[in-house]
Structure formats: structure tokens, C-alpha cells
């Protein structure tokens, strides 16, 4: 029990270096190939400075690098493994009575534990940084900027036309789309105060806003009381609906009070399920991809091919890629129930993983 103890140490430390050199080369990679794409969309905006790219490049890299990690779990465990072959340290371990799930035992607890660790802990700060970024993107490369916000406190919807600003904010919002205990703040231009509302009620009609028992302020006059008022507005509760922070820009422990929020508004939340089912499945994959790696590496080893254990692991993350694909699309457009397609791809990954070494011990 004792060696045993060493040797879990030893292949844990081996396979989280060499999970660490591919997360690495990889994080070189994506930012290097980042930097060149916003510098080209930067070539025709002046405002979009050298530094302003490097900020936003930074802040893209995050995300990026929560979704590759079960692939450089994947990578890192083929060559961690197949160095260990190389060098016979598993044939001897082998011929020392451990089996082959002994063997990845130490490589699958570190894999997990990253997995984890990438939800709980790394997942919060990359989405924070994910939503700088699409700020940025929305001031420099002129992209959408979000017109509205929802939350437990209510709904917040910001609109600009012809120069001039507007603000709405309703304290909930019913199921039959009406918004209850208006706030409504205009303004001449993008700071001038121009009057305040106060409504029941407001209802989204084709070109405006139905207001009920309004209240009209504005910083000269008596509050006026009206029964009834319009205002116009080119907003859409299409439009608002997309506009909502994005599931890429939440972290797992955001997102369930967020999608209660959506629910309860009467806004569509099955992206943000499938996002917060997805990073759950994820600790699984990342997992799992151990498993996939660790059987392509040993067994390209045994029959001398190397280049096929590259060939064989590059096809498995691709496909397992492709198939999360196709799943998730089914999810999002209401095809396939939303569980079952965030964790199609981890379930796959493990029963292939388990046949492959199943297959490997028998042999």
C-alpha cells in the first residue's frame, strides 16, 4: 500500500504536467490566433487601439480556455501515458499486480479535480471576463450593445432612438407579457433630464408603450396624474429577449437564481439550462476524456504507432466535438429534453472510454 502510495503521486504529478504543457500550448495558440483576427477587424476602427486589442484578446482567453480543457486532459494524458510506455514504467507497474484501473486512478482523480475546479473556481472568472469582452465588443466594433436586464429586483430595459435616451424599469413582469410598477426616465439626448413615469402597468404594442395609470414628473411642474399614456419605442419582446446577458457570460452558480429570473419573467431560459447543465456535464467529460486518452496512448504504444495514437486521440476529440454540436442544437431548438442533451456527450465519452479499456485489460 505504501508503494502503491508513491507511485499514485508519481503518475498524478506526470499527468498533471503534461495536462498543464498542452493547456499551455494551446492557451499560445487561441491567443495568438485571437490577437491576429481583432487586429484585422480593428484595421477600419480608430478607436480600437494596440491596447485596447491586447485588453480584449486577454479577456476572450478565459472562455476559451474552459472549453478546451477537456482536450488538453485528452492530449495531455496521450502523451503522458505513452512516455510512461515508452520508458516501460507501465509494463513494469503492470507486471507488479497493478491493473490498468489502478494505473489511471491517480490521472483520473487529478482530471476530475480540474474539471471541478474549472466549474466552481476558474468558470466565475472567465464569464466575468466573457462579459467585458462583449462590452468592449459592443463599444469599439459597434455590435449590440445588450438593451436589457433582468434580475430578482425586476427588469431593466434601455433604449436609444434618434440620439435620445430611454429607461424602463418594471418591478415584475407578468406572464401575459405585462409589466407591473413602471418606472419609465426620459431623457433629451444622452443625459439631459427630460421627465419622469410612473405606471401601473405597461403593455408593448407595436410601435409604443401602452402606459396605465401614469404618473408624469419632470424636474419643473407638479407630478400630473393621467389615466392612459403612449410612448413610442422600437423595441420587441424579440428583441429584448436577445438582448438578455448570455449563458457565456454566467457562472454556475449565477445561473439557476438567473434562470428562475427568466422563468418568472415569461422569458425563454433554455439556453441558460442547457448551459448550466453543460458545465456540470463537463467535470464528466473532462474526466472521461482521461479515460479515452489513456487507452488510445497504451494501446497505439503496445502495436509501436505513434502517429496513429495522434491520428486515433484527434479523431476521438473531434468527433466527441461534433456530437456535442448536434446534441446541443437539438436542445436549444426543443427536439431533445435539455439534460439529456448536455449530457449525451459525458456519457458517451465515459462508455467509450470504459469499452476501450475494458477491451485493453482483456487483451
Known sequence: MKQYGALFRYLARRFFLWACIVLLALAAIIWLVGMIELLRRSGTRETATFDVVLE???LKLPAML???LPFAVLFGSLFAFDRLARHNELTAAHSAGVSVWRLLLPALAVAFLLGLGKVMLYGPLAAAAQDRFERLEAIYFGNTAPVSSISQSGLWLREVDDGNLTILFADRVGRDRVLYDVVLYRFEGMQSFRNRLDANSATLRQGHWFLEGVWDADSRDAPVRRPAETVPTTLSWERIADSLAGPATMSVWRLPGY??????AGFPARKHQL???AL???IVLTAAMLLIGAAVSIRSR?????AAMLAV???AGFLLFILSDVVFALGLSGRAPVVMAAWTPAAAAVMLGCAALLHLEDG
Open 302 to 306: 503496445r502495436r509501436g504507432g505513434a
Open 56 to 58: 480584449m484578446s486577454a
Open 280 to 282: 456540470l456535464a463537463s
Open 259 to 264: 434562470i428562475r429570473s427568466l422563468e418568472e
Open 313 to 315: 486521440g484527434v479523431g
Open 275 to 277: 448551459r448550466f447543465h
Open 66 to 68: 474552459e472549453l478546451m
